[in-house]
């Protein structure tokens, strides 16, 4: 018989208090305003929420999904702002996802040809929460039941993976209004999904669905 202890690392329950999970959905059609922007408010879920004693958090996002929520739109694509040419459809591997969370910890670099001083440089934006999540399609049904590919024909943006850092550092967001950005990386501008049968800078058809980790950080004494 082996003499060996199996044993578990056990959190302080008062470390745990200070975790929460928020999950944030929008409905784009029946949301103001959208196209790749959407405001919510997170109430403070206790006391610690509404205490001058933590006046940061850490955020992480678990996870993120994305699909056209009307079942006759079957042809949801990617529509972005490209800085000069106005609204354009594209293909995204991946989507940035920022809040306006104050944060210093966070920065985006990236390089484009409309401003040839920054090859080999890159244009930044610095501030606020943010993660990059990239995606994969996932067949998702559709509302005929007859069997066969027709009726598969939906399909939803999947977050692949959200990472597994312990989040980014950034001002308590809980008892006021937030602001959502979806955000093409490669020009850092306003994401959303649309019909592409309706053509760009269409209506946003989107259902986004954010699954955040917020963990309190007490005020330094």
């Known amino acids: 018989m082996s ?5 578990v690392q056990v959190l302080s329950i008062d470390e745990e208090k200070l975790k929460y999970r928020v999950i944030v959905c929008v409905n784009a059609p029946n949301s103001t305003p959208k196209k790749g922007r959407y405001h919510f408010v ?8 509404n205490s001058n004693h933590y006046n940061q958090c850490k ?6 999904t994305s699909n056209a929520i009307d079942l006759t739109v079957n ?3 990617w529509d972005i702002v490209v800085p000069g040419a106005g609204h354009v459809f594209t293909r995204a591997n991946a989507i940035e996802i920022s809040l306006d969370a104050p944060s210093t910890q966070t920065a985006i670099n990236y390089q484009t040809d409309f401003n040839p001083g920054d090859d080999g440089i890159g244009k930044t934006h610095q ?6 999540v ?3 399609l996932s067949l998702c049904g559709g509302p005929g039941i007859t069997a066969g590919l027709a009726t598969l024909g939906d399909y939803a943006y999947l977050g692949l993976d959200c990472g597994n850092s312990d989040g980014i550092m950034c001002a308590n967001p809980f008892g006021g209004q937030s602001s959502l950005t979806l955000r093409f990386p490669g020009y850092d501008s306003l994401a959303y999904l649309a019909s592409s049968a309706a ?4 209506a946003d058809v989107g ?9 309190m950080i007490p005020n330094r004494q």
Do not use: E, W
């Not at 053509?199 to 269409?202: F, K, P, T």
């Open 75 to 77: 042809d949801a694509v």
């Open 199 to 202: 053509g760009v800078n269409s």
């Open 134 to 136: 990239p995606l994969t």
């Open 42 to 49: 997170i109430p403070p879920l206790s006391q610690f929420g």
């Open 3 to 7: 003499d060996s202890i199996s044993s």
């Open 59 to 64: 955020i992480h996002l678990d996870s993120f």
């Open 207 to 215: 259902t986004y669905c954010f699954q955040f980790t917020m963990t």
């Open 127 to 132: 501030g606020g929460f943010r993660q990059l």
